[in-house]
Protein backbone atom coordinates (compact mmCIF):
# COMPACT_ATOMS: atom_id res chain seq x y z
CA UNK A 1 0.00 0.00 0.00
CA UNK A 2 1.44 3.10 -1.11
CA UNK A 3 2.58 5.61 2.10
CA UNK A 4 1.26 8.65 0.59
CA UNK A 5 -2.12 10.01 2.46
CA UNK A 6 -5.67 9.41 0.48
CA UNK A 7 -6.21 13.00 1.54
CA UNK A 8 -3.98 15.91 2.56
CA UNK A 9 -5.89 18.66 4.13
CA UNK A 10 -4.49 22.38 5.41
CA UNK A 11 -5.87 25.30 6.26
CA UNK A 12 -8.65 25.24 3.87
CA UNK A 13 -11.39 27.94 4.19
CA UNK A 14 -14.03 28.19 1.94
CA UNK A 15 -16.94 30.85 1.57
CA UNK A 16 -20.06 31.40 -0.18
CA UNK A 17 -20.21 34.96 -0.95
CA UNK A 18 -19.65 36.18 2.59
CA UNK A 19 -20.64 33.46 4.82
CA UNK A 20 -17.82 31.19 5.51
CA UNK A 21 -18.54 27.34 5.05
CA UNK A 22 -15.13 26.36 6.22
CA UNK A 23 -12.77 27.44 8.51
CA UNK A 24 -8.77 26.13 8.26
CA UNK A 25 -9.54 23.08 8.13
CA UNK A 26 -6.99 20.36 8.60
CA UNK A 27 -7.30 16.56 8.26
CA UNK A 28 -5.60 13.48 6.83
CA UNK A 29 -6.75 10.34 5.65
CA UNK A 30 -5.06 7.10 4.94
CA UNK A 31 -5.15 5.09 2.11
CA UNK A 32 -7.54 1.96 2.95
CA UNK A 33 -9.62 3.79 5.97
CA UNK A 34 -13.09 3.59 5.94
CA UNK A 35 -13.25 7.16 6.94
CA UNK A 36 -16.63 9.19 7.72
CA UNK A 37 -17.22 12.85 7.64
CA UNK A 38 -20.06 13.46 10.00
CA UNK A 39 -22.24 17.14 10.71
CA UNK A 40 -25.52 18.39 11.30
CA UNK A 41 -26.76 20.51 8.22
CA UNK A 42 -24.47 23.41 7.96
CA UNK A 43 -21.60 22.04 9.14
CA UNK A 44 -19.76 22.49 6.13
CA UNK A 45 -19.42 18.35 5.16
CA UNK A 46 -20.99 19.24 2.14
CA UNK A 47 -18.40 21.99 0.92
CA UNK A 48 -15.53 19.88 1.79
CA UNK A 49 -17.41 16.90 -0.20
CA UNK A 50 -17.36 19.21 -3.56
CA UNK A 51 -14.15 20.41 -2.92
CA UNK A 52 -12.87 16.43 -2.50
CA UNK A 53 -15.03 15.83 -5.58
CA UNK A 54 -13.39 18.52 -7.49
CA UNK A 55 -16.96 20.06 -8.19
CA UNK A 56 -15.64 23.04 -6.70
CA UNK A 57 -12.01 24.48 -6.39
CA UNK A 58 -10.69 25.10 -3.08
CA UNK A 59 -10.65 28.63 -2.23
CA UNK A 60 -7.58 28.94 0.42
CA UNK A 61 -5.13 26.28 1.67
CA UNK A 62 -4.12 23.13 0.00
CA UNK A 63 -6.23 19.78 -0.69
CA UNK A 64 -4.21 17.11 -2.05
CA UNK A 65 -5.53 13.79 -3.32
CA UNK A 66 -3.32 10.55 -3.41
CA UNK A 67 -0.38 13.14 -3.41
CA UNK A 68 -1.85 15.71 -6.22
CA UNK A 69 -3.10 18.61 -5.76
CA UNK A 70 -7.00 19.23 -6.21
CA UNK A 71 -5.87 22.70 -8.39
CA UNK A 72 -3.08 21.91 -10.34
CA UNK A 73 -3.30 18.26 -11.59
CA UNK A 74 -7.14 18.55 -11.10
CA UNK A 75 -7.54 15.51 -13.69
CA UNK A 76 -4.82 12.85 -12.00
CA UNK A 77 -7.08 13.36 -9.24
CA UNK A 78 -10.05 13.24 -10.96
CA UNK A 79 -8.85 9.81 -12.35
CA UNK A 80 -8.34 8.70 -8.56
CA UNK A 81 -11.41 9.37 -7.30
CA UNK A 82 -15.00 7.66 -7.95
CA UNK A 83 -17.77 10.32 -6.59
CA UNK A 84 -21.72 8.91 -5.82
CA UNK A 85 -23.62 12.07 -4.99
CA UNK A 86 -26.24 12.50 -3.20
CA UNK A 87 -28.38 13.07 -5.89
CA UNK A 88 -28.64 10.21 -8.82
CA UNK A 89 -26.36 10.32 -11.37
CA UNK A 90 -27.89 8.10 -14.03
CA UNK A 91 -29.73 8.69 -16.91
CA UNK A 92 -33.25 7.34 -16.47
CA UNK A 93 -33.49 6.65 -20.31
CA UNK A 94 -30.59 4.75 -20.93
CA UNK A 95 -30.03 1.13 -19.95
CA UNK A 96 -28.32 -0.05 -16.82
CA UNK A 97 -25.36 -1.41 -19.01
CA UNK A 98 -25.61 2.02 -21.34
CA UNK A 99 -25.05 4.05 -18.37
CA UNK A 100 -22.05 2.10 -17.54
CA UNK A 101 -20.19 2.35 -21.16
CA UNK A 102 -20.88 6.11 -20.89
CA UNK A 103 -19.63 6.59 -17.22
CA UNK A 104 -16.00 4.26 -18.72
CA UNK A 105 -15.88 6.35 -22.04
CA UNK A 106 -15.63 9.54 -19.73
CA UNK A 107 -12.75 7.68 -17.46
CA UNK A 108 -10.74 6.64 -20.75
CA UNK A 109 -11.91 2.95 -21.05
CA UNK A 110 -13.02 1.72 -24.31
CA UNK A 111 -13.43 -1.46 -25.96
CA UNK A 112 -12.86 -5.07 -24.37
CA UNK A 113 -11.51 -3.68 -21.37
CA UNK A 114 -14.25 -1.63 -21.06
CA UNK A 115 -16.78 -4.82 -21.91
CA UNK A 116 -14.92 -6.95 -19.09
CA UNK A 117 -15.01 -4.21 -16.50
CA UNK A 118 -18.64 -3.50 -16.94
CA UNK A 119 -19.53 -7.26 -16.63
CA UNK A 120 -17.32 -7.64 -13.82
CA UNK A 121 -19.62 -4.61 -12.41
CA UNK A 122 -23.17 -5.60 -12.72
CA UNK A 123 -22.07 -8.96 -11.53
CA UNK A 124 -20.72 -7.78 -8.70
CA UNK A 125 -23.69 -5.21 -7.89
CA UNK A 126 -25.89 -8.11 -8.89
CA UNK A 127 -27.65 -6.13 -11.54
CA UNK A 128 -26.64 -8.70 -14.62
CA UNK A 129 -30.11 -9.86 -15.12
CA UNK A 130 -30.92 -5.58 -15.38
CA UNK A 131 -28.66 -4.89 -17.77
CA UNK A 132 -30.86 -4.19 -20.49
CA UNK A 133 -33.01 -2.39 -18.49
CA UNK A 134 -34.15 1.49 -19.20
CA UNK A 135 -32.77 2.48 -14.95
CA UNK A 136 -35.95 4.50 -14.84
CA UNK A 137 -37.36 0.82 -13.77
CA UNK A 138 -35.56 0.12 -11.53
CA UNK A 139 -35.93 0.40 -7.59
CA UNK A 140 -34.15 2.94 -5.23
CA UNK A 141 -31.66 0.47 -3.41
CA UNK A 142 -30.77 -0.98 -7.30
CA UNK A 143 -30.53 2.45 -8.15
CA UNK A 144 -28.21 3.00 -5.57
CA UNK A 145 -26.28 -0.38 -6.48
CA UNK A 146 -25.93 0.93 -10.24
CA UNK A 147 -24.48 4.59 -8.87
CA UNK A 148 -21.92 2.32 -6.56
CA UNK A 149 -20.97 0.34 -10.06
CA UNK A 150 -20.60 3.66 -11.77
CA UNK A 151 -18.59 4.82 -8.92
CA UNK A 152 -15.57 2.41 -9.18
CA UNK A 153 -16.17 1.40 -12.75
CA UNK A 154 -12.69 2.95 -13.17
CA UNK A 155 -10.94 1.16 -10.09
CA UNK A 156 -10.62 4.33 -8.26
CA UNK A 157 -8.36 4.46 -5.35
CA UNK A 158 -10.59 6.81 -3.40
CA UNK A 159 -14.08 6.12 -3.16
CA UNK A 160 -16.06 9.76 -2.06
CA UNK A 161 -19.93 9.16 -1.36
CA UNK A 162 -22.14 12.33 0.07
CA UNK A 163 -24.97 10.97 1.95
CA UNK A 164 -25.09 7.73 0.61
CA UNK A 165 -28.08 6.49 2.26
CA UNK A 166 -30.24 8.87 1.66
CA UNK A 167 -33.84 8.30 0.15
CA UNK A 168 -33.02 4.49 0.73
CA UNK A 169 -35.17 2.38 2.90
CA UNK A 170 -33.68 0.24 6.13
CA UNK A 171 -33.22 -3.15 3.64
CA UNK A 172 -31.77 -1.00 0.65
CA UNK A 173 -29.54 0.58 3.32
CA UNK A 174 -27.95 -2.41 4.77
CA UNK A 175 -27.46 -3.67 1.33
CA UNK A 176 -25.72 -0.29 -0.20
CA UNK A 177 -23.24 -0.76 3.44
CA UNK A 178 -22.92 -4.64 2.80
CA UNK A 179 -21.32 -3.33 -0.37
CA UNK A 180 -19.12 -1.00 0.76
CA UNK A 181 -17.71 -3.37 3.28
CA UNK A 182 -16.67 -6.01 -0.03
CA UNK A 183 -15.04 -3.44 -1.22
CA UNK A 184 -12.95 -2.41 1.27
CA UNK A 185 -12.19 -6.02 2.15
CA UNK A 186 -11.53 -7.18 -1.15
CA UNK A 187 -9.30 -4.21 -2.45
CA UNK A 188 -7.42 -1.08 -1.05
CA UNK A 189 -9.80 1.40 -1.78
CA UNK A 190 -10.25 4.19 0.62
CA UNK A 191 -13.88 4.86 1.18
CA UNK A 192 -14.79 8.59 2.49
CA UNK A 193 -18.02 9.47 2.86
CA UNK A 194 -20.40 12.37 4.47
CA UNK A 195 -23.32 11.93 6.92
CA UNK A 196 -25.66 13.52 9.42
CA UNK A 197 -26.22 10.19 10.60
CA UNK A 198 -24.54 9.22 13.59
CA UNK A 199 -24.48 5.60 14.13
CA UNK A 200 -23.10 5.59 10.21
CA UNK A 201 -20.72 7.23 11.33
CA UNK A 202 -19.82 4.32 13.57
CA UNK A 203 -19.01 2.01 10.84
CA UNK A 204 -15.59 3.91 9.89
CA UNK A 205 -12.24 3.33 10.71
CA UNK A 206 -12.14 7.01 11.67
CA UNK A 207 -14.11 9.94 11.63
CA UNK A 208 -14.01 13.60 11.90
CA UNK A 209 -17.01 15.66 13.12
CA UNK A 210 -17.63 19.15 11.73
CA UNK A 211 -19.15 22.00 13.11
CA UNK A 212 -20.28 25.12 11.94
CA UNK A 213 -17.18 25.10 9.26
CA UNK A 214 -14.70 23.46 12.01
CA UNK A 215 -13.32 20.24 12.76
CA UNK A 216 -14.22 19.51 16.16
CA UNK A 217 -13.51 16.00 16.84
CA UNK A 218 -10.46 13.68 14.86
CA UNK A 219 -10.26 9.99 15.62
CA UNK A 220 -11.86 6.11 15.94
CA UNK A 221 -15.12 6.40 16.85
CA UNK A 222 -14.09 4.13 19.61
CA UNK A 223 -11.02 6.47 20.85
CA UNK A 224 -13.27 9.35 20.78
CA UNK A 225 -15.68 7.77 23.11
CA UNK A 226 -13.49 6.79 25.47
CA UNK A 227 -12.14 10.08 25.41
CA UNK A 228 -15.34 11.63 27.31
CA UNK A 229 -16.01 8.37 29.49
CA UNK A 230 -17.75 5.49 28.40
CA UNK A 231 -20.95 6.06 29.99
CA UNK A 232 -23.63 9.19 29.32
CA UNK A 233 -26.19 9.62 32.13
CA UNK A 234 -29.02 11.63 30.94
CA UNK A 235 -31.24 13.41 33.61
CA UNK A 236 -34.77 14.61 33.17
CA UNK A 237 -36.02 17.65 35.19
CA UNK A 238 -37.82 20.73 35.45
CA UNK A 239 -34.94 22.92 37.01
CA UNK A 240 -31.64 22.64 35.15
CA UNK A 241 -29.96 24.86 37.39
CA UNK A 242 -30.81 23.75 40.66
CA UNK A 243 -29.72 20.22 39.35
CA UNK A 244 -26.44 21.27 37.85
CA UNK A 245 -25.61 23.12 41.12
CA UNK A 246 -26.08 19.93 43.39
CA UNK A 247 -24.18 17.93 41.18
CA UNK A 248 -21.35 19.88 41.25
CA UNK A 249 -21.38 20.64 44.74
CA UNK A 250 -22.23 17.21 46.26
CA UNK A 251 -20.86 14.62 43.48
CA UNK A 252 -18.25 17.06 42.19
CA UNK A 253 -19.66 15.98 39.11
CA UNK A 254 -19.92 18.83 35.50
CA UNK A 255 -23.15 18.24 34.14
CA UNK A 256 -23.86 19.64 30.06
CA UNK A 257 -27.21 21.19 29.66
CA UNK A 258 -29.04 19.48 27.08
CA UNK A 259 -33.25 20.44 25.57
CA UNK A 260 -34.67 18.56 28.90
CA UNK A 261 -32.26 18.27 31.19
CA UNK A 262 -28.77 17.94 32.17
CA UNK A 263 -26.32 14.79 30.69
CA UNK A 264 -23.46 13.42 32.48
CA UNK A 265 -20.58 11.87 30.98
CA UNK A 266 -18.32 9.57 33.49
CA UNK A 267 -16.29 5.98 33.51
CA UNK A 268 -18.59 4.34 35.33
CA UNK A 269 -22.55 5.16 35.28
CA UNK A 270 -24.62 2.25 36.28
CA UNK A 271 -22.86 2.56 39.31
CA UNK A 272 -23.60 5.86 39.99
CA UNK A 273 -27.16 5.81 38.97
CA UNK A 274 -28.12 6.10 42.53
CA UNK A 275 -26.30 8.68 43.83
CA UNK A 276 -26.76 11.25 41.13
CA UNK A 277 -30.84 10.55 41.56
CA UNK A 278 -30.04 11.30 45.43
CA UNK A 279 -28.53 14.08 44.67
CA UNK A 280 -31.34 15.32 42.33
CA UNK A 281 -33.93 14.90 44.88
CA UNK A 282 -37.24 15.62 44.48
CA UNK A 283 -36.56 17.52 40.90
CA UNK A 284 -35.96 14.43 39.05
CA UNK A 285 -38.07 13.79 36.51
CA UNK A 286 -36.44 10.79 34.76
CA UNK A 287 -32.71 9.13 35.01
CA UNK A 288 -31.26 6.87 32.12
CA UNK A 289 -28.19 5.69 31.58
CA UNK A 290 -26.57 3.92 28.62
CA UNK A 291 -23.21 3.60 26.40
CA UNK A 292 -21.95 7.36 25.27
CA UNK A 293 -22.30 8.13 21.57
CA UNK A 294 -20.91 9.84 19.05
CA UNK A 295 -23.41 12.63 19.82
CA UNK A 296 -22.15 12.72 23.53
CA UNK A 297 -18.69 13.19 21.87
CA UNK A 298 -20.57 16.09 19.59
CA UNK A 299 -22.22 17.82 22.85
CA UNK A 300 -19.19 17.82 24.94
CA UNK A 301 -17.01 19.62 22.25
CA UNK A 302 -19.73 22.10 20.84
CA UNK A 303 -22.06 22.80 23.53
CA UNK A 304 -25.02 21.91 21.88
CA UNK A 305 -27.03 18.57 20.53
CA UNK A 306 -26.16 17.50 17.34
CA UNK A 307 -29.31 17.96 15.50
CA UNK A 308 -30.11 21.69 16.82
CA UNK A 309 -30.82 23.65 14.30
CA UNK A 310 -28.35 25.86 12.72
CA UNK A 311 -27.59 28.16 9.73
CA UNK A 312 -27.71 26.67 6.29
CA UNK A 313 -24.92 25.93 4.44
CA UNK A 314 -25.83 25.18 1.31
CA UNK A 315 -26.00 28.70 -1.15
CA UNK B 1 -16.86 -11.58 -6.04
CA UNK B 2 -13.73 -10.35 -8.04
CA UNK B 3 -10.49 -9.12 -6.51
CA UNK B 4 -9.91 -5.68 -7.55
CA UNK B 5 -6.37 -5.47 -7.96
CA UNK B 6 -5.26 -3.26 -11.45
CA UNK B 7 -4.11 0.51 -10.26
CA UNK B 8 -6.70 3.15 -11.65
CA UNK B 9 -4.42 5.36 -13.28
CA UNK B 10 -3.66 2.27 -15.96
CA UNK B 11 -6.46 3.25 -18.44
CA UNK B 12 -5.40 6.89 -18.11
CA UNK B 13 -1.73 6.20 -19.24
CA UNK B 14 -2.32 3.94 -21.84
CA UNK B 15 -5.34 6.85 -22.87
CA UNK B 16 -3.87 10.05 -24.78
CA UNK B 17 -5.24 13.25 -23.83
CA UNK B 18 -6.46 13.40 -27.60
CA UNK B 19 -7.83 10.34 -27.36
CA UNK B 20 -9.70 10.56 -24.82
CA UNK B 21 -10.94 14.35 -25.44
CA UNK B 22 -12.53 12.07 -28.32
CA UNK B 23 -13.89 9.81 -27.01
CA UNK B 24 -15.96 11.69 -24.06
CA UNK B 25 -17.30 13.94 -26.83
CA UNK B 26 -18.74 10.86 -28.47
CA UNK B 27 -19.96 8.97 -25.83
CA UNK B 28 -22.00 12.64 -24.99
CA UNK B 29 -22.82 13.17 -28.70
CA UNK B 30 -24.24 9.75 -28.57
CA UNK B 31 -26.16 9.88 -25.65
CA UNK B 32 -28.01 12.66 -26.98
CA UNK B 33 -28.76 11.14 -29.79
CA UNK B 34 -29.95 7.77 -27.50
CA UNK B 35 -31.99 10.09 -25.39
CA UNK B 36 -33.81 12.20 -28.63
CA UNK B 37 -34.57 8.79 -30.46
CA UNK B 38 -36.19 7.49 -26.92
CA UNK B 39 -38.22 10.22 -26.56
CA UNK B 40 -40.68 10.46 -29.38
CA UNK B 41 -42.53 13.55 -28.24
CA UNK B 42 -39.30 15.57 -29.21
CA UNK B 43 -39.31 14.37 -32.69
CA UNK B 44 -43.29 15.57 -32.91
CA UNK B 45 -42.41 18.59 -30.85
CA UNK B 46 -39.38 20.03 -33.12
CA UNK B 47 -40.70 19.07 -36.59
CA UNK B 48 -44.19 18.54 -35.95
CA UNK B 49 -44.66 22.66 -35.54
CA UNK B 50 -42.78 24.31 -37.84
CA UNK B 51 -44.20 21.82 -40.74
CA UNK B 52 -47.39 23.00 -39.07
CA UNK B 53 -46.39 26.53 -39.63
CA UNK B 54 -45.58 26.40 -43.11
CA UNK B 55 -48.95 24.37 -43.74
CA UNK B 56 -51.17 26.88 -42.57
CA UNK B 57 -48.80 30.02 -42.74
CA UNK B 58 -48.49 28.86 -46.66
CA UNK B 59 -52.17 28.60 -47.15
CA UNK B 60 -53.33 31.53 -45.23
CA UNK B 61 -50.81 34.38 -46.44
CA UNK B 62 -50.26 32.89 -49.65
CA UNK B 63 -53.03 34.28 -51.63
CA UNK B 64 -52.00 37.92 -50.38
CA UNK B 65 -47.76 37.67 -50.53
CA UNK B 66 -46.24 39.40 -53.20
CA UNK B 67 -42.10 39.07 -52.98
CA UNK B 68 -40.71 42.68 -52.98
CA UNK B 69 -37.85 43.28 -56.11
CA UNK B 70 -39.35 40.51 -58.24
CA UNK B 71 -42.89 41.12 -59.33
CA UNK B 72 -42.58 38.87 -62.27
CA UNK B 73 -41.03 35.79 -60.74
CA UNK B 74 -43.54 33.37 -59.04
CA UNK B 75 -42.65 32.58 -55.42
CA UNK B 76 -45.26 31.41 -53.46
CA UNK B 77 -45.29 32.21 -49.51
CA UNK B 78 -44.79 28.79 -49.16
CA UNK B 79 -41.37 28.53 -51.14
CA UNK B 80 -40.52 31.32 -49.97
CA UNK B 81 -41.25 30.39 -45.91
CA UNK B 82 -39.41 27.19 -46.85
CA UNK B 83 -36.04 27.78 -45.81
CA UNK B 84 -36.91 29.44 -42.92
CA UNK B 85 -38.92 26.30 -42.12
CA UNK B 86 -36.24 24.43 -41.85
CA UNK B 87 -34.17 27.11 -39.73
CA UNK B 88 -36.96 26.68 -37.75
CA UNK B 89 -36.44 23.13 -37.74
CA UNK B 90 -33.11 23.71 -36.32
CA UNK B 91 -33.63 26.49 -34.16
CA UNK B 92 -36.67 24.17 -32.07
CA UNK B 93 -34.17 21.16 -31.69
CA UNK B 94 -31.64 23.27 -30.77
CA UNK B 95 -33.19 24.37 -27.94
CA UNK B 96 -34.89 21.02 -26.70
CA UNK B 97 -31.53 19.71 -27.02
CA UNK B 98 -30.08 22.45 -24.62
CA UNK B 99 -33.05 22.83 -22.31
CA UNK B 100 -31.64 19.26 -21.05
CA UNK B 101 -28.92 20.47 -19.81
CA UNK B 102 -31.05 22.31 -17.29
CA UNK B 103 -32.70 18.77 -16.51
CA UNK B 104 -29.04 17.18 -16.69
CA UNK B 105 -28.29 19.14 -13.96
CA UNK B 106 -31.78 19.19 -11.59
CA UNK B 107 -31.25 15.52 -11.60
CA UNK B 108 -28.13 15.21 -10.96
CA UNK B 109 -26.33 13.45 -14.00
CA UNK B 110 -24.80 16.82 -14.80
CA UNK B 111 -22.34 16.96 -11.80
CA UNK B 112 -20.98 12.68 -12.64
CA UNK B 113 -19.71 14.59 -16.05
CA UNK B 114 -18.30 17.41 -14.46
CA UNK B 115 -16.22 15.36 -12.08
CA UNK B 116 -15.20 13.32 -14.77
CA UNK B 117 -11.32 13.57 -16.15
CA UNK B 118 -12.33 15.43 -19.29
CA UNK B 119 -11.52 18.19 -20.70
CA UNK B 120 -14.25 21.21 -20.43
CA UNK B 121 -14.22 21.33 -24.14
CA UNK B 122 -15.16 17.85 -24.32
CA UNK B 123 -18.51 18.27 -22.35
CA UNK B 124 -19.46 21.01 -24.57
CA UNK B 125 -18.72 20.00 -27.89
CA UNK B 126 -20.41 16.74 -26.93
CA UNK B 127 -23.54 18.64 -26.27
CA UNK B 128 -23.28 20.66 -29.51
CA UNK B 129 -22.12 18.25 -31.53
CA UNK B 130 -25.11 15.63 -30.43
CA UNK B 131 -27.65 18.63 -30.38
CA UNK B 132 -26.66 19.53 -34.14
CA UNK B 133 -26.71 16.17 -35.69
CA UNK B 134 -30.49 15.56 -34.62
CA UNK B 135 -31.03 19.25 -35.86
CA UNK B 136 -29.54 18.74 -38.88
CA UNK B 137 -31.40 15.02 -39.41
CA UNK B 138 -34.88 16.97 -39.00
CA UNK B 139 -33.65 19.35 -41.16
CA UNK B 140 -33.03 17.00 -44.06
CA UNK B 141 -36.14 15.33 -43.13
CA UNK B 142 -38.11 18.50 -44.21
CA UNK B 143 -35.56 19.24 -46.67
CA UNK B 144 -36.36 16.32 -48.84
CA UNK B 145 -40.22 17.41 -49.04
CA UNK B 146 -38.76 20.22 -50.73
CA UNK B 147 -38.34 18.00 -53.66
CA UNK B 148 -42.13 18.19 -53.57
CA UNK B 149 -42.21 21.49 -54.25
CA UNK B 150 -40.55 21.71 -56.81
CA UNK B 151 -36.63 23.04 -56.12
CA UNK B 152 -34.30 21.01 -57.92
CA UNK B 153 -31.40 20.24 -55.76
CA UNK B 154 -28.58 18.13 -56.78
CA UNK B 155 -26.33 15.44 -54.68
CA UNK B 156 -23.92 18.28 -54.06
CA UNK B 157 -26.28 21.07 -53.55
CA UNK B 158 -27.88 18.40 -51.21
CA UNK B 159 -24.45 18.06 -49.05
CA UNK B 160 -23.57 21.45 -49.21
CA UNK B 161 -27.36 22.39 -47.87
CA UNK B 162 -26.34 19.49 -45.56
CA UNK B 163 -22.90 21.40 -44.47
CA UNK B 164 -24.87 24.71 -43.85
CA UNK B 165 -26.92 23.04 -41.72
CA UNK B 166 -24.52 21.62 -39.87
CA UNK B 167 -22.52 25.22 -39.15
CA UNK B 168 -26.07 26.77 -38.34
CA UNK B 169 -27.03 23.84 -36.24
CA UNK B 170 -23.83 24.18 -33.97
CA UNK B 171 -24.33 28.15 -33.95
CA UNK B 172 -27.95 27.78 -32.37
CA UNK B 173 -27.35 24.74 -30.17
CA UNK B 174 -24.66 26.89 -28.82
CA UNK B 175 -26.56 29.80 -28.74
CA UNK B 176 -29.22 27.92 -26.56
CA UNK B 177 -26.38 26.55 -24.71
CA UNK B 178 -25.44 29.93 -23.31
CA UNK B 179 -28.78 30.85 -22.47
CA UNK B 180 -29.22 27.50 -20.86
CA UNK B 181 -26.23 27.14 -18.54
CA UNK B 182 -26.92 29.55 -15.97
CA UNK B 183 -30.76 28.46 -15.59
CA UNK B 184 -32.34 26.81 -13.61
CA UNK B 185 -35.64 26.74 -14.49
CA UNK B 186 -37.04 25.11 -17.97
CA UNK B 187 -39.84 27.94 -17.75
CA UNK B 188 -36.99 30.18 -17.37
CA UNK B 189 -35.79 29.05 -21.19
CA UNK B 190 -39.07 29.17 -22.30
CA UNK B 191 -39.36 32.45 -21.37
CA UNK B 192 -36.06 33.57 -23.57
CA UNK B 193 -37.26 31.12 -26.53
CA UNK B 194 -40.18 33.48 -26.97
CA UNK B 195 -38.57 36.68 -25.76
CA UNK B 196 -35.32 36.34 -27.53
CA UNK B 197 -34.95 33.26 -29.70
CA UNK B 198 -38.19 33.14 -32.08
CA UNK B 199 -37.65 37.30 -32.45
CA UNK B 200 -34.37 36.16 -33.78
CA UNK B 201 -35.56 34.21 -36.32
CA UNK B 202 -39.16 35.90 -37.31
CA UNK B 203 -36.18 39.04 -38.01
CA UNK B 204 -34.18 36.58 -39.95
CA UNK B 205 -35.65 36.51 -43.23
CA UNK B 206 -37.23 33.21 -42.86
CA UNK B 207 -40.74 34.57 -41.93
CA UNK B 208 -40.90 37.97 -44.38
CA UNK B 209 -38.62 39.69 -46.49
CA UNK B 210 -37.14 43.15 -45.36
CA UNK B 211 -34.50 45.16 -46.08
CA UNK B 212 -35.31 48.89 -45.79
CA UNK B 213 -36.10 50.97 -42.38
CA UNK B 214 -34.98 49.78 -38.82
CA UNK B 215 -36.20 46.13 -39.62
CA UNK B 216 -34.08 46.03 -42.80
CA UNK B 217 -30.89 47.24 -40.07
CA UNK B 218 -32.21 44.91 -37.64
CA UNK B 219 -32.26 41.57 -39.57
CA UNK B 220 -28.79 42.54 -41.60
CA UNK B 221 -28.01 42.81 -37.61
CA UNK B 222 -28.83 39.27 -37.37
CA UNK B 223 -26.43 36.51 -37.25
CA UNK B 224 -29.17 34.10 -37.88
CA UNK B 225 -30.03 36.20 -41.08
CA UNK B 226 -26.99 34.98 -42.86
CA UNK B 227 -27.72 31.36 -42.32
CA UNK B 228 -31.29 32.02 -43.96
CA UNK B 229 -29.94 33.51 -46.66
CA UNK B 230 -27.13 31.20 -47.41
CA UNK B 231 -29.80 28.25 -47.34
CA UNK B 232 -32.03 30.34 -49.75
CA UNK B 233 -29.27 30.97 -52.34
CA UNK B 234 -28.15 27.05 -51.84
CA UNK B 235 -31.83 25.97 -52.94
CA UNK B 236 -31.78 27.92 -55.90
CA UNK B 237 -28.68 27.66 -57.01
CA UNK B 238 -29.69 26.44 -60.23
CA UNK B 239 -31.97 29.06 -60.71
CA UNK B 240 -31.61 31.51 -63.88
CA UNK B 241 -34.29 33.60 -63.00
CA UNK B 242 -33.90 35.82 -59.74
CA UNK B 243 -35.51 34.48 -56.98
CA UNK B 244 -34.42 35.98 -54.43
CA UNK B 245 -35.83 38.82 -52.14
CA UNK B 246 -33.94 42.19 -52.60
CA UNK B 247 -30.76 42.51 -50.40
CA UNK B 248 -30.35 39.02 -49.76
CA UNK B 249 -26.34 38.91 -48.76
CA UNK B 250 -24.19 37.60 -51.02
CA UNK B 251 -22.95 33.51 -50.48
CA UNK B 252 -19.84 34.32 -49.50
CA UNK B 253 -21.00 36.91 -46.89
CA UNK B 254 -23.49 34.71 -45.69
CA UNK B 255 -21.23 32.07 -45.16
CA UNK B 256 -18.19 33.83 -43.54
CA UNK B 257 -20.77 35.05 -41.00
CA UNK B 258 -22.36 31.82 -40.56
CA UNK B 259 -19.36 30.13 -39.76
CA UNK B 260 -18.13 33.34 -37.43
CA UNK B 261 -21.73 33.02 -35.13
CA UNK B 262 -21.08 29.42 -35.29
CA UNK B 263 -17.38 29.52 -33.76
CA UNK B 264 -18.51 32.54 -31.13
CA UNK B 265 -21.16 30.79 -29.88
CA UNK B 266 -18.77 27.12 -29.40
CA UNK B 267 -16.09 29.93 -27.98
CA UNK B 268 -18.86 31.36 -25.52
CA UNK B 269 -20.29 27.99 -24.49
CA UNK B 270 -17.37 26.58 -23.20
CA UNK B 271 -16.53 30.29 -21.75
CA UNK B 272 -19.87 30.04 -19.60
CA UNK B 273 -19.16 25.96 -19.02
CA UNK B 274 -16.28 27.32 -16.53
CA UNK B 275 -19.06 28.43 -14.34
CA UNK B 276 -20.52 26.44 -11.39
CA UNK B 277 -24.51 27.20 -10.85
CA UNK B 278 -26.32 26.61 -7.58
CA UNK B 279 -27.71 24.03 -8.94
CA UNK B 280 -24.23 22.31 -9.26
CA UNK B 281 -24.31 22.43 -5.39
CA UNK B 282 -26.84 20.84 -4.35
Redesign the interface.
Known amino acids: MSQVAAVEIEGLTHHYGTRRALSDLALLIRPGEMFALLGPNGSGKSTLFRVLSTLIAPEQGSVQICGHDVRRDTDVVRQAIGVVFQSPSLDDKLSVAENLIHQGHLYGLFGAMLRERVELMLDKFGVGDRRRDRVATLSGGLRRRVELAKGILHLPQILLLDEPSTGLDPAARADLWKYLKHLRDESDTTIIWTTHLLDEADDADRIAILNQGSLVAFGAPHDLRAEIGSDAITIHTADQARVAERLRSQLSMEPQRIDSGLRLLTDDGRHRLSEVAQACGDDLRGLSWGRATLEDVFIQRTGHRFDAPQAEASP | ?????????S??AS?SIA??TL??T???AR?EL??FV??PNRIIGAIGQPAVFWILFGAGLGPSFQMPGVEDADVSYREYFFPGTVVLIVLFTAVFTTISIIEDRR???L????????PRLAMVAGKLIGGTLIAVAQGLLFLLLGLSLGFSFSIPGLFAMLALLCVIGLALTGTGFIIAWRMDSTQGFHAIMSLFLLPMWLLSGAFFPASEGWLGWVVRLNPLTYGVAALRRLLYWNETANLLPPGTPSMTTSVAVTITFAATTFWLAWLVSAR?T?G???
Not at chain 2, 1 to 9: H, L
Not at chain 2, 111 to 118: E, G, T
Open positions: MSVIEQPSTAATMRLAATLRVRRQEGFQSVLVAPIRADLR
